[in-house]
């Protein structure tokens, strides 16, 4: 007589593609799905993960905490890649000037719509050209 053995566990748990059908998601899925295949870059890898998560595993990231972390020293001339939403927040009164990159495009962030002179986060789209940059 043999042991039984339970294979329920075995296999990995994750997405392997996002549920959405929208065909811009799609379009970025199949982009960095090359590119993390195709280079050595964990950052093509996170980004690609990231693009498969349900929006409740995909959190907004507060307009203070990316100041935060962009003020921490090396990355002054950086530009921030957020999969995900960006929202306001309404203690921060000076807004650095600050780089970001969103591939998904959710709903805005009010910080670029304040009063002119507080408006200095600018928002890059995603081409080719930019992918070939270190971030």
């Known amino acids: 007589m043999g042991v039984d053995i ?13 549920k959405s059908q929208d065909i811009y998601l799609r379009l970025l899925v ?4 090359f590119l993390a295949r195709r280079t050595n870059s964990t950052f093509n890898q996170v980004v690609l993960k ?5 929006r409740t595993n995909r959190p907004p990231l507060s ?3 990316m100041i935060r972390k962009m003020k921490l020293p090396g990355r002054e001339n950086k530009t921030a ?6 929202t306001d927040d309404v203690r921060v009164q000076e807004v650095p000037k600050l780089k970001t990159l969103r591939p998904l495009q959710g709903p805005e962030v009010r ?8 408006s200095r986060l600018q928002k890059l789209t995603l081409d080719p050209t930019l992918l070939l940059k270190r971030f």
């Open 63 to 65: 307009l203070s905490r």
């Open 6 to 18: 339970r294979h329920n566990k075995d296999r990995k748990v994750r997405r392997k593609e996002p």
């Open 50 to 54: 990231r693009l498969f998560m349900s």
């Open 111 to 118: 910080a670029c719509q304040r009063p002119t002179g507080q």
């Open 81 to 86: 890649v957020v999969v995900g939403t960006i």
């Open 30 to 33: 199949k982009l960095y799905r």
